[in-house]
């Protein structure tokens, strides 16, 4: 035993070594100023406003290289063509008017989808009630129900919000109700630790905590709202005594103004900018930004 033992060899000794510290000013800037085209392209407005002109840019040329203004009229003559309707045409009354329709579909779609997703997160029955109706009608295209529309309510504004809200409700509804089932049981527990309870319970706990889940699906309803909005007037157009914005473009179509077209169309892409970029993303930066639900 002693001499095996005694052949085990040692373990090997590591040599030691000093490592020498870098000076501070060997590692470089820790902290600098930023550079002014740093400062100004950190902002997102200024990296989307250039991302625009360069569209519009490449817009231009392109038109001038194919010089036909019937098909595709150049950027320069379409932003006339805008500036034009805006100041003396009829757009602002059209795009005032499709507005007046969307909020009024958008808020029903809204309430609607507050109703089943608090029923699913109360009872089994509205869980399996909100859950086939989803299913059902979720991948049913509101525009498909225009005709039944026009039976039931005519031509008209209800016509209209009734296509809007069938866009609006199972968007909302299904996320919002996605977000609800994502909230963790250490939540939902302590929430019950405090008493809350039905509507109590949904509001002071569950959606604060889906908040995120909620405005994606807000951001989505609106999105189909909106194009819905547009198809259906561009259908059957009238929806007051004067047509709506998708109405203002077949009209011109029909004309073969095609400038006054696209004008329409930048409308309708202006206005979705100015939701996403304004209203929407102040929200986000005032909820879940803020709380930290998301980068």
């Given at each position: ?126 869980n ?18 225009l ?31 996605t ?24 509001v ?24 819905t ?24 179509r029909?004309?073969l103004?095609?400038?006054?077209v ?34």
């Amino acid at each position: 035993m002693e001499n095996a033992a005694t052949t085990i060899a040692d373990p090997p000794v590591r040599p030691e070594f000093i490592k020498e510290h870098k000076q501070v000013g060997d590692i470089g800037d820790v902290e600098r100023p930023l550079s002014t085209w740093e400062r100004f392209t950190s902002h997102t407005a200024v990296r989307r406003a250039f991302i625009i002109i360069v569209l519009a840019v490449a817009w231009e040329l392109y038109a001038r290289w194919v010089e036909n203004p019937l098909m595709l009229p150049s950027f320069s003559t379409v932003f006339s063509a805008l500036w034009e309707e805006i100041v003396v045409g009829p757009l602002i009354d059209r795009t005032i008017t499709t507005i007046q329709v969307l909020l009024i579909g958008y808020s029903a779609g809204l309430a609607l989808s507050t109703v089943l997703t608090t029923l699913a997160v109360s009872t089994r029955f509205g869980n399996d009630l909100l859950s086939t109706l989803t299913a059902m009608f979720n991948p049913l295209p509101a525009i498909a129900l225009l005709p039944l529309a026009l039976l039931w309510f005519g031509l008209g504004i209800p016509s209209l919000v009734f296509v809007i809200v069938h866009s609006v409700v199972w968007a909302v509804s299904l996320n919002t109700h996605t977000g609800f089932m994502s909230v963790s049981e250490t939540q939902r527990m302590a929430g019950q630790n405090y008493g809350l309870r039905g509507i109590r319970y949904v509001v002071l706990l569950l959606i604060p905590a889906a908040f995120a889940s909620i405005l994606a699906g807000m951001k989505i309803g609106w999105a189909f709202a909106w194009r819905t909005l547009i198809a259906a007037e561009l259908v059957f157009g009238v929806s007051s005594r004067s047509g709506g914005l998708g109405w203002y473009i077949f009209e011109n179509r029909n004309q073969l103004l095609t400038a006054n077209v696209f004008a329409g169309l930048l409308m309708v892409i202006i206005i979705g900018l100015l939701v996403e970029s304004v209203i929407f993303r102040t929200i986000e930066a005032r909820t879940v930004r803020k709380w930290g639900m998301q980068r």
